[in-house]
């Protein structure tokens, strides 16, 4: 019964919004990876916003409880969130046949990190607005890279092969 009472506090329910709405967000902009065929996708992008925004969460929940007692600043802990998402991203980009791969995977979720930890220190309106921004990058961008892609190799070869091109991480 005081684990109810717990979610009904204004303070709870407020946190449990915050990782939602990092989740969703992080999840909308993996459903265009997976559509892409990216090895990250919904679940990956979910977890890294919603995760990055559980940290903020906690760094701000425990700077309030400890305030006056101790010198802690969330922004440090927002900085650590950078860090080990790099960490993360630099496993994720590669070298295959001459070609690099994966760094727009790791530079969206280094963004899907952003985006949670923005709606952890309650940004809410920058996180929808990054969110609509990534997935413009992601999928409108895509199709100008392809058209310009295509103009240049005609350009160059002589020959078009628009048929042919795949969505590479670029």
């Known amino acids: 019964m005081e684990q109810i009472i717990a979610l009904l506090d204004p303070l709870t329910s407020d946190m449990l919004l915050q990782v939602t709405v990092a989740a969703l ?51 440090r802990v927002a900085s650590q969130i950078i860090v080990g998402i790099g960490f993360v991203g630099g496993g994720i980009i590669m070298t295959q046949e001459h ?29 929808v607005f990054v969110t609509l ?19 240049a190799r005609s350009l160059y070869t002589g020959k078009s092969d628009l048929h042919h091109e795949e969505k590479d991480d670029i």
């Open 25 to 75: 967000l992080g999840i909308f902009i993996g459903m265009e990876r997976s559509a892409a065929y990216k090895t990250a996708g919904m679940r990956t992008y979910g977890l890294i916003s919603m995760g990055s925004c559980l940290f903020v969460v906690i760094s701000h929940a425990v700077a309030v409880q400890f305030i006056g007692l101790t010198n802690f600043d969330p922004m």
């Open 133 to 151: 921004m990534t997935l413009f990058i992601f999928t409108v961008l895509w199709h100008i890279e392809i058209k310009i892609k295509h103009h």
């Open 99 to 127: 070609k690099i791969i994966g760094i727009t995977t790791a530079a969206g979720l280094w963004v899907s990190a952003g985006i949670g930890m923005a709606v952890g220190f309650h940004l809410y309106v920058l996180a």
